[in-house]
C-alpha cells in the first residue's frame, strides 16, 4: 500500500462545476496537509495546508480532512479552465518529510 | 522576495557525463530538499539540509549521487557518471523550519535528458 495514494484522472468536469479531488494516507501520526498545483512543465505550487479535522476554506478552494478515516480532500467551486492541472497532495508526519502523491490530472472542459 | 532559484533550467547531456544542478533557497530558510520527479515514480524526496548539514541522504538512489550545500544560499546536486535512467525533473525546495507547520516551496525545476 503506498503511503498517499489517489487517483490518476483525469478528472473531467465542465467549467463551472465543482471538482472534487481525494486523497489518503496511511501514517496515522501524519499531522499536516497539503495540496499542490503543477501546471505541465512547471514547479508544485502550494494552494492549500490544513492541519485540523474540518474544513478550511480559502477563495475557491476548500480544504476537507477527516483523520479518523485518513484522507483528505480538496474542492474547487466553479471550475475554471486554467484550474486543469495535476494536484498532489502531500502528508507530513512528526519529521521533516512530505510524502507525496502521484497527483490526480484535472481536466475543466470550456 | 526572490523565491527558489534553479539552474540550469534544462540540461541534455550524454550516458557518462558529470551533471551539476544548482540550487539556491529563498534567503532565511534553513532547509533544502533535493526531490526527483518522473511519471513512473512521482515525486521523491532524494536529500534534504538543515543549515547547511546534510541530514538525510536515504532518498538517494546510489553511489552516483551526491549532495553539498556550503552555505546557506547555495546547494548543488551532481551526478557522475549518469546514466539515461537518471532522465527526471530535479526540484529544490526549502522551508524556513520543518515543523509541521512549515511549508515547502519549490524552484522552478532542471529537467536533465541523459541520451
Known amino acids: 500500500q503506498k503511503e498517499v495514494e489517489q487517483n490518476s484522472g483525469p478528472l473531467s468536469v465542465p467549467e463551472g462545476a465543482i471538482a472534487s479531488l481525494n486523497c489518503t494516507y496511511s501514517?496515522?501520526?501524519?499531522?499536516?496537509f497539503f495540496w499542490y498545483r503543477q501546471y505541465s512543465g512547471k514547479s508544485p505550487e502550494l494552494i492549500m495546508s490544513?492541519?485540523?479535522?474540518g474544513d478550511k476554506e480559502d477563495g475557491r478552494f476548500t480544504a476537507q480532512l477527516n483523520k479518523a478515516s485518513q484522507y483528505v480532500s480538496l474542492l474547487i467551486r466553479d471550475s475554471q479552465p486554467s484550474d486543469s492541472a495535476t494536484y498532489l497532495c502531500a502528508v507530513k508526519g512528526g519529521t521533516y518529510k512530505y510524502i507525496f502523491g502521484t497527483g490526480t490530472r484535472l481536466k475543466v472542459l470550456a | 522576495d526572490a523565491g527558489v532559484i534553479q539552474s540550469p533550467r534544462h540540461e541534455v547531456t550524454e550516458m557518462g557525463q558529470e551533471v551539476t544542478l544548482r540550487c539556491k533557497p529563498i534567503?532565511?530558510?534553513?532547509?533544502l530538499f533535493w526531490y526527483r520527479q518522473t511519471m513512473m515514480r512521482g515525486l521523491e524526496l532524494l536529500i534534504y539540509f538543515n543549515n547547511n548539514v546534510p541530514i538525510d541522504d536515504s532518498g538517494m538512489p546510489e553511489d552516483r549521487f551526491s549532495a553539498k550545500m556550503p552555505n546557506a544560499s547555495f546547494s548543488t546536486l551532481k551526478i557522475q557518471p549518469s546514466e539515461p535512467r537518471d532522465s527526471a525533473v530535479y526540484f529544490c525546495a526549502s522551508s524556513r523550519l520543518a515543523g509541521i507547520f512549515d511549508e515547502q516551496y519549490f524552484g522552478p525545476g532542471t529537467r536533465l535528458t541523459v541520451t
Open positions: 490544513i492541519y485540523s479535522n
Open positions: 534567503s532565511g530558510h534553513d532547509y
Open positions: 501514517d496515522r501520526g501524519s499531522q499536516s
